[in-house]
């Protein structure tokens, strides 16, 4: 028996705050800071190329390298017999795990709903933590230099962190239903930039010792981070004696099964805990298959769109701050700095966004407009004056318009995607759409690299704006 329509619909935020708990609030926080250390460990990278550059060329052709004792040993056994080569080879390394990395989210995704989401989470965090340790610091302690096994190192690496955003998401959306989903995953989806500025922050503390000291921190925090991630996450509220999202949705009567994904009722997930009709445990759904989550409406399209929305966002990650050196010939350290407006306007574009998406029980139409504005925004920083307030604003801006809706498809709509009529209470396919939708926007931003870096050679940057706005 259900109670009565007019008090089983309740605005979404509201019931949304009846039904947090502390679990939800622990679930919230330790999912935020294991992908934000995830992202950290490869903005440490990032963030010690000059370092590692120096140390792989001799001393003789690169000025900004100590000068190492003794010169004949150093000069005969160096990886790269020039500054330009070990960069090339530094940005290949980029190259080789951003593609494992898409690989290994198309496979994470379907371990992750077959397998329990803490193990295999923590597992990533760990095990690319020693990846990361033998990559940086184990190497330069035995100076041992050996760019295949360099490569493979980050293939390994890309795989294993692969693990962390499908199994995040999954349990994000086992704990928070549709009613207030676009809110709390815009809020949580700022974990990515969160930890830019974790990784930036702990490898500027310890560079002056050493660069493998940089790759130590980082990997030691993410190792304590995968332990207690281990031993404290709950990855779903059943696990706590909950009810399941949607474990009692069915009870909701004369519903139409075939209405859009992204509609306006959202009264599933307003209508549960109002039923004493008892659930069948007995009969629990299988993981879905690969190709079924590909059939699911919706999950193509947004996975589509998405690879153009990651495409522009790593763009500007990797290349904004040369641009802004490049362009205007501002210093490297000010440009690094400026270039983190950009990373500001995603966070609070994907939280407000995902609240008026809420408000408005859609999503598509919030993420469209966005879009439109967000050409606009290119088309205006591609003119952006030699301004650092200036830029700074307008970089916001266009970061508000883009990132924005790029957090809001990665997180809030892959839930979404992943819980919708089809495959109706289950988790089961929670991480293997979310795994489609990540890994398609990883082969676009890597394939992107290499376009923009072409465009800008043979061409100019404003035609790179112009990409941009086509993606």
Known sequence: MAMPGSLRRQPANSGLVSRCTHHHIVVFLLTFFSYSLLHASRKTFSNVKVSISSQWTPSCLNSTAPELRPYELWNSSHLFPNAEEATLFLGTLDTIFLFSYAVGLF??????????????????????ALVVFSFGTLTEWLHFYNKWFYCCLWVVNGLLQSTGWPCVVAVMGNWFGKAGRGFVFGLWSACASVGNILGAFLASCVLKYGYEYAFLVTASVQFAGGVIVFFGLLTSPKEVGLPELGADEDVIVEEDANRPLMGSDDADDDDRNYSIQATDTDNQPKAIGFFQACCLPGVVLYSLAYACLKLVNYSFFFWLPFYLSNNFGWKEAEADQLSIWYDVGGIIGGTIQGLISDV????????????????????????????????????????????????????????????QDLVKGSSEALATVTG?????????????QYLVSLIQEKLEWMWVFYFFILM
């Open 436 to 448: 489609i939708v990540d890994g398609t926007g990883s082969i676009g931003a890597a394939v992107g």
């Open 360 to 419: 408005l029980q859609k999503r598509a139409p919030v993420l469209a407009i966005s879009l439109l504005f967000a050409v606009g925004s290119l088309f205006g920083y591609s003119r952006s004056p030699n301004s650092k307030p200036i830029n700074a604003v307008i970089m916001a801006i266009t970061g508000f318009f883009i990132g924005g809706p790029s957090n809001m498809i990665s997180s809030a709509i892959s839930a979404d995607l992943g819980r």
């Open 107 to 128: 496979v994470s995704g379907i371990v992750g709903d077959r397998l329990n989401l803490r193990w295999v989470l923590s597992f990533g965090m760990c095990s690319s």
